[in-house]
């Protein structure tokens, strides 16, 4: 069976046969996807799939990454801080490393990107290529992931320069979208429903994985699988799993994440996160490799409730893998969580970790609420956000991009 035909089980065939309609005017099509990191984070994660499933289409997709050294990644995690609306300056020495940097990459990737029909370009890491790009021949879109809701101004300003001459740019939600001369595309990301994070798994190996971790399977757990980012929260998580611990003392936390390679504070997070646990034998910080996709799925599917009490967020991917295991998700009241946790419905959207905690209280005590918040969950994510749709829309654009 052919990849794109094991989805028919999942999607139906009709979606199938679509992306094969919508495909063949692009085939033989040279595209290229260009981002900072090949493993760890939401793009990365994406873009595993997507190249395999847009080649199977016959369109010849690749994958590039580009590399930098440690100042590089400073200036970029600055970049994504500010975009997310921190408000600290970045220093033009910082600048100066990112765009020299850039310009060293593009001398190895010009003939590939000047070449490809459509360059997709992720987030501002690679942002610069196109300016050294000048013999392009095809469309470059600018895909940003981030929650650009309320961008530091003077950060966005610069950033924009290098973006206002890409032909088109695609954010995840409405509110993230900026002003810019080209036309704007509306896409989120999503999850795949038979990579190694989402299949199911046997009971046996989920308890192994309860065991290696010591975990209780008799005791309501709580899950966040996130990068150790602050805006992320992991210490809002613990804040709230503390508050209900006091009503529920049998509940156990668990913060899983791992580093992306594009991301240098993640030790600073981690050391403040297993301050805030310490002492407390119910909290279990683990730290994963990136590769620990079946483990953090394990984990997914063991939580009784999924948090993700981001106060920042591109989109979460974690909560729709969440939501595909059936998991009620209480996410922060921001960006992407927003379009995914129905208030009520798919979970509940928490601004505090108060919120949060009377949120875990009153689904702890109503295990019918769990489960059925849990259907709907993984209906709403069956409907929007699996790779298929994600393939549909990304087809479209380059179909309307081509003409
Ligand atoms: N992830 C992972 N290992 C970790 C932490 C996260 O594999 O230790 C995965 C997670 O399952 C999800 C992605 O990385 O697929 C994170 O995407 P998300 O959109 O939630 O956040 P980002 O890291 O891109 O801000």
Request: aromatic share 8%; hydrophobic share 40%; proline share 7%.
């Amino acid at each position: 069976m052919s990849l794109l035909e094991a989805y028919a089980d999942v999607v139906g065939p009709d979606v199938i046969a679509h992306l094969r309609q919508l495909a063949r005017p692009l085939a033989g099509a040279k595209v290229v996807h260009v981002n900072s990191t090949r493993v760890g984070g939401g793009v990365a994660e994406i873009l595993t799939k997507l190249i395999p499933l847009t080649r199977e289409l016959g369109i010849d997709a690749h994958w590039e990454v580009i590399s930098g050294e440690e100042q590089f990644f400073e200036c970029t995690k600055g970049f994504h801080n500010t975009l997310q609306g921190n408000r600290t300056p970045i220093s033009n020495n910082l600048l100066n490393v990112f765009e020299k940097t850039n310009e060293r990459n593009a001398e190895t990737l010009r003939p590939t990107l000047e070449d490809a029909d459509f360059v997709f370009i992720h987030d501002p890491q690679p942002a610069p290529l196109l300016r050294y790009c000048p013999d392009r021949k095809g469309k470059w879109i600018w895909r940003c992931h981030i929650d650009a809701s309320h961008p530091y101004r003077p950060v966005w300003k610069y950033l924009r320069n290098f973006v206002a001459p890409y032909d088109a740019s695609i954010f995840s939600l409405a509110a993230f979208a900026q002003e810019l001369p080209h036309p704007q595309y509306l896409i989120p990301p999503s999850i795949d429903p038979l990579s190694e994070k989402n299949i199911e798994l046997e009971p046996q190996y989920i308890q192994s994985i309860l065991d290696r971790y010591q975990l209780d399977p008799q005791r309501p757990l709580l899950a966040q699988v996130s990068r150790f980012d602050r805006f992320k929260d992991p210490l809002g998580v613990i804040q709230a799993y503390q508050l209900a611990k006091q009503f529920l003392p049998s509940i156990q936390l668990v913060l899983a994440g791992g580093g992306a390679s594009d991301d240098p504070e993640g030790s600073a997070v981690l050391s403040e996160v297993q301050a805030a646990a310490q002492g407390d034998p119910d909290i279990h910080v683990l730290l994963l490799p990136s590769d620990a996709n079946l483990e953090i799925n394990a984990l997914q599917r063991s939580a009784d409730i999924v948090l993700q009490k981001s106060i920042r967020e591109g989109f979460g991917l974690t909560v729709t893998e969440a939501m595909w295991k059936g998991k009620p998700v209480i996410g922060g009241d921001v960006g992407g969580i927003r379009l995914q946790v129905i208030n009520h419905h798919t979970g509940f959207l928490a601004n505090t970790p108060e919120g949060a905690a009377l949120r875990i209280r009153y689904l702890l005590h109503q295990p019918q609420k769990i489960q059925a918040m849990g259907e709907k969950a993984q209906s709403f994510v069956r409907d929007n956000f699996l790779i298929t749709r994600h393939l549909r829309e990304y087809l479209t654009l380059m179909a309307a991009l081509f003409y």
